[in-house]
């Protein structure tokens, strides 16, 4: 129940906020470099990874978010489909490594999961935005307190998308929807391999 409440609540209070960035990258643009350490300890260079095969990336809010849970899973679910066409996942979150853990627990993983500590990634992506106060009070409210779930990340947040990044560094499919009860689905991710 509590779910259902926050998700209507955030519906209607969390669109308005996002509404003023400009989309995310698009197809065809050169999908930014980066390296981020997992919870594996292990690091991870996207120019690295893409000479192995095209890379699958999520932006995720956090191990609170239901519809984020269910997604992760979802590709937890047909990773072998992904693996088979020579492709990899990463999910970058701004929590800490320890809510990262977290959403393993949840939702299985077994793909990276990544903390954007600083905010690098999301901001080089075009995906992050900030929570306004009034949110941040209310989400208090449901237990969420964005200082503890994400650290010096604070009330800062992806809006949920997911790229598909070739070999060339090209991003091949880009999804992105301030409304983030709607996802990228594998089957557009797997049509984009």
């Not at 999908?31 to 690295?48: I, S, V």
């Not at 699958?56 to 984020?68: A, E, I, K, T």
């Not at 979150?93 to 990634?121: R, Y």
Request: charge should be positive; glycine fraction near 8%; hydrophobic fraction near 35%.
């Amino acid at each position: 129940m509590l779910g259902c409440v926050l998700a209507f609540f955030t519906y209607f209070t969390g669109i308005s906020q996002v509404n003023q960035y400009n989309g995310g990258l698009k197809r065809n643009d050169i999908a930014p470099d980066f390296t981020l350490t997992g919870t594996d300890d292990k690091k991870y260079q996207l120019q690295e990874l893409l000479k192995k095969g095209p890379v699958v990336l999520v932006f995720y809010r956090g191990q609170w978010c239901p519809y984020c849970n269910k997604t992760l899973s979802n590709l937890t679910d047909s990773l072998s489909f992904i693996v088979s066409r020579g492709a990899m996942v990463m999910a970058v979150s701004p929590e800490t490594p320890a809510n990262l853990l977290k959403t393993i627990s949840k939702t299985k993983s077994t793909f990276p999961i990544l903390s954007d500590s600083g905010m690098l990634v999301m901001k080089a992506y075009k995906v992050q935005f900030e929570v306004d106060e009034s949110t941040i009070k209310k989400y208090k409210g449901y237990g969420i307190d964005f200082n503890v779930a994400n650290g010096s990340n604070g009330a800062n947040l992806p809006v949920p998308a997911t790229y598909v990044i070739g070999q060339n560094g090209m991003i091949r499919y880009a999804f992105y929807d301030t409304d983030y009860r709607q996802r990228a689905t594998v089957k557009n991710i797997l049509a984009h391999l």
